[in-house]
Structure formats: C-alpha cells, structure tokens
C-alpha cells in the first residue's frame, strides 16, 4: 500500500479550526482506540488544490458511538442512521460533518440499496465509486495526513480520468452513470476507456429503469446543480441517456440553444430581482424539456417522483410557454393587465426559461419587448386591489360568481392604471353591480 503524507501546503489550504478541529479528531480516535480517516472528495479535492468542506469521516470501529462522543464534546446536532451505520453532525458554526462506521457493501440486486457490515478501511475504500474517490487521510495522531491510496487514486487524479474500481461498479448502482458524468465534466477529467466501456453497457440495459424516482431525480438534479451543466447534457444525450428520463424526449437543435441561454437568463433575472430564490437546477431540467408535451412532462415528474411543487412548476414549461411566447413577442402593444394575465400562473422559474427561450431566438428586438414586459410585470404582481369581497357585499352584491369576475376586472383597471383609489373603485364596481341589475 502507498505510504504517503498530504503535503503540509495542501492541508494549510483549510480553514485553521477545521484542522485543529481533525487533529482533536484524531485524539479522540486515540483514545476510544479506533482509526479515524476523513475520505471521499475532501481528500480528493484537497490533492486537487480545492477545499471543500463537506466533511466525510470513516471510523474503523463503532463509527455511531464515535459520533456521538464527537457530538457529545462540541455540542453538536446530531442525526443517526442505524440501518447504514452513518451519522450527520452539525457543528454550532454550520460545519456539517458525515461520521460511518468503515464498512463492506453487499447488492442482493442490482440498483437497489446494498446492505452493510463493518469491515476494514481498504475495503471500504473498495466499495466506493471512483478510484479519485477512494483516497483516504488518517487523523490519528502520529498518522495525521498519511494517505490511504490503495486503488490508484493519486495516480488517476494525475492522469485526470474517473476510473471505477472493478467491472460490476455501475450494475451495482447505477447511480453511479450519473455521478461519472458529473465528475468528468465538473473536472473536464475523461471516462478511462475500460470504464466508459462498462458505462455505456451498463447505460444500454434497463438497469437505470430500475432506479426508485427519488434517487434518480436527485442524481439529475444534484448534476444540474453543477456549474456547467449545459455540457452535462450534452453527455447525457450522447450517451443515450435522457431515454431514462422519457422515450421521448429528444436532445434538439433547439432545446440545446434554450440549455446553452439559460446563464445569461439567469445573469439578466438576477440584476433584476438580486433576492429572488430560483430553483437552478429545476429550471434546467425546464430547458432540456422545453419542446415537450404536457403529457410527456407529467410522466417525466412522475418517473422523478417529483413533489407537487416540483411537479407544478415542470408543467407550466413545456410547449404551453410557446403560445405564451408568441404572445408577448408579437408585434404590437399588450396593456399591462394582458401581460400580467399572461403571466400570473407562472412559477419564477418558467419566468426565466422565458427569457432563455428569447435569447436562445437571438431576435433583439423581441427580447427587448419581452423584457420590458417582464419588468412592468413584476412591479404590477404586487398590486391588489382596495375593495375587497365583503365589500362588494356590503355594496349589496348577492355572493356568486360575480365577485370573481368583477374583482378580476378591478384588478385590471388598476395595473392599468384606468382607477387609482378606493374612490374610484367603488365607482367602478357600482358600475359593475349597476350593470347586472340592467341585465
Ligand atoms: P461532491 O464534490 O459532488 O460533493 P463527493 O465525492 O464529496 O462529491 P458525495 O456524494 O458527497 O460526493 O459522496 C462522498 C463520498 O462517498 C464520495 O467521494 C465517494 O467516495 C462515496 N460515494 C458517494 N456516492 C457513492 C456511490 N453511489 N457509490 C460509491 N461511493 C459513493
């Protein structure tokens, strides 16, 4: 086994208490006699020159008693997960840490979740994805930074390629097709050709199919999340891939410019509304199904078992925003009460896949017109009116449809500016109410 130390120079790379705070670790590793390692892509990260503080400790031992001494000392919250022998530390400061006893996997079927048995730290090295996610750091102390590279990790992180660590890797989880896209394109490392071979055998069999929705959803969604995505796309069209998501669905000419517009969606939408909270990864996941039907968008938030949040927003995409489209770039002036019917069931997210779609058009001046629309738009979301249903009421409107429809035109005279105060809208319903006793 390769016996080396992370250099002094990448390890200063973290923050000072985050150091002192593995060194107690390792103390305390010391002193309940156990080995304790922080693993996965802290490691992986800090061999790259990056820092990333997503904790993972891996203890050779009872890792949930380790982690509740550690939550005991630094009073820290704590969540157990007996059935995979892992716990979630939250440190006062935020710091997240992720303690596991070091354990080996068995998959009684594929693309299920395995079940676990403690086991030394080579093997649970061993069950890992990559072999550039297979590096371990002792925090002992004594062995603080000694390196654990049984698999060649150092060697494949030097070569930049994602490696798996034996053929059975992406029949065992699938999940792991995803995770593989997501590593080489985030580090524009290549799939080692022996592992892009059993990717893609592994992506042409239904394995992938037998993913429940919620794991699926989150590798999709967690690699829409990455900086770049629109080349995860790519890749995942490439591979054939977005088949998974529905038979369907195409990766076109078209869909691929409204992916590719999707930043300077986001950079215009977020110089407008710097507060707004956009579902990022959602709205690309919109992009790529930007040509699709209503029907194959619902099935496609079914196979993710998307929540109804989730759900209603994918379904205000879809070819439904073209018509809607068409509308607000047509020639000519839509008052501010059209615009704002246009657009009022719409979900932020579908707002900005709006202005993708515009750019993706390249058509200057219909962009322009759009996002005009859109800047009136959100100023007059935030109208309401001052009359209310009991005071149509109390006006001596009997209770029924009417209020709706009345109250809805109220609403229109005031975006557009035709009344401006309470006065002026009790006229304006008078009128109304006046009319239907015509009637
Ligand atoms: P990121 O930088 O995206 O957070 P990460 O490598 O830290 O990447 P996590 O999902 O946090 O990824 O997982 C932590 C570690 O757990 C990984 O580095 C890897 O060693 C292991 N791991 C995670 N998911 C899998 C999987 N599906 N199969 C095998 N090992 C996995």
């Avoid at 010391?30 to 800090?46: I, P, S, T």
């Avoid at 996997?105 to 996610?133: G, K, M």
């Avoid at 490696?163 to 999940?175: E, K, M, Y």
């Avoid at 394995?207 to 959803?217: E, H, N, V, Y």
Wanted: proline share 4%.
């Amino acid at each position: 086994m390769a016996q080396q130390t992370l250099r002094p120079a990448l390890l200063e790379r973290l923050p000072s208490r985050v150091v002192g705070l593995l060194r107690e670790i390792g103390a305390l590793g010391d002193e309940r006699g156990c080995h304790v390692y922080v693993v996965g892509g802290v490691v992986r990260d800090l061999l790259l020159g990056h820092v990333t503080l997503d904790l993972d400790l891996a203890v050779e031992g009872d890792g949930i008693a380790f982690a509740r001494a550690v939550a005991d000392r630094y009073r820290t919250g704590l969540a157990v997960f007996e059935r995979f022998a892992t716990a979630r530390l939250v440190f006062p400061d935020g710091l997240k840490m992720d303690i596991a006893t070091t354990r080996r996997e068995f998959y009684a079927e594929p693309a299920l979740l395995p079940t676990v048995q403690p086991a030394a730290i080579e093997e649970d090295l061993y069950r890992r994805d990559f072999t550039i996610n297979a590096i371990a750091m002792q925090l002992n102390p004594g062995q603080f930074g000694r390196l654990l590279d049984v698999y060649g990790g150092q060697r494949d992180l030097r070569a930049r390629r994602i490696c798996v660590l034996h053929a059975g890797s992406f029949q065992d989880d699938p999940t792991r097709i995803f995770r593989a896209i997501r590593f080489e394109q985030r580090f524009k490392f290549r799939l080692e050709p022996g592992t892009l071979r059993l990717l893609t055998q592994a992506a042409s069999t239904n394995l992938i199919q037998q993913l429940s929705g919620p794991r699926l959803q989150n590798e999709i969604l967690v690699l829409f999340a990455e900086r770049d995505p629109a080349r995860a796309i790519a890749r995942l069209a490439k591979l054939k891939l977005l088949r998974f998501l529905h038979g369907r669905l195409r990766y076109t000419m078209d869909v691929k410019r409204v992916v590719l517009a999707v930043p300077k969606a986001f950079a215009w939408w977020g110089s407008r509304s710097p507060d707004a909270v956009i579902d990022r990864p959602l709205v690309y996941l919109m992009a790529l199904l930007s040509e699709s039907s209503p029907a194959v968008i619902a099935a496609i938030s079914k196979r993710l078992a998307c929540s109804r949040e989730q759900a209603t927003k994918l379904s205000a995409g879809g070819k439904r925003l073209d018509r809607i489209l068409k509308k607000l770039t047509a020639k000519g002036t839509l008052r501010p009460s059209q615009v704002y019917r246009l657009l009022v069931d719409l979900p932020d997210e579908a707002l900005v896949l709006l202005v993708a779609t515009q750019v993706s058009c390249q058509q200057a001046a219909q962009l322009s017109q759009l996002k005009r629309y859109l800047m009136a738009y959100e100023k007059n979301r935030a109208i309401a009116t001052v009359l209310k249903g009991r005071d149509l009421q109390a006006m001596g409107l009997k209770p029924g449809p009417q209020y709706g429809a009345i109250l809805g035109k109220l609403l229109d005279a005031r975006i557009d500016g035709a009344v401006a105060s309470e006065a002026e809208e009790r006229a304006f319903v008078q009128k109304r109410i006046g009319a239907l006793g015509d009637c």
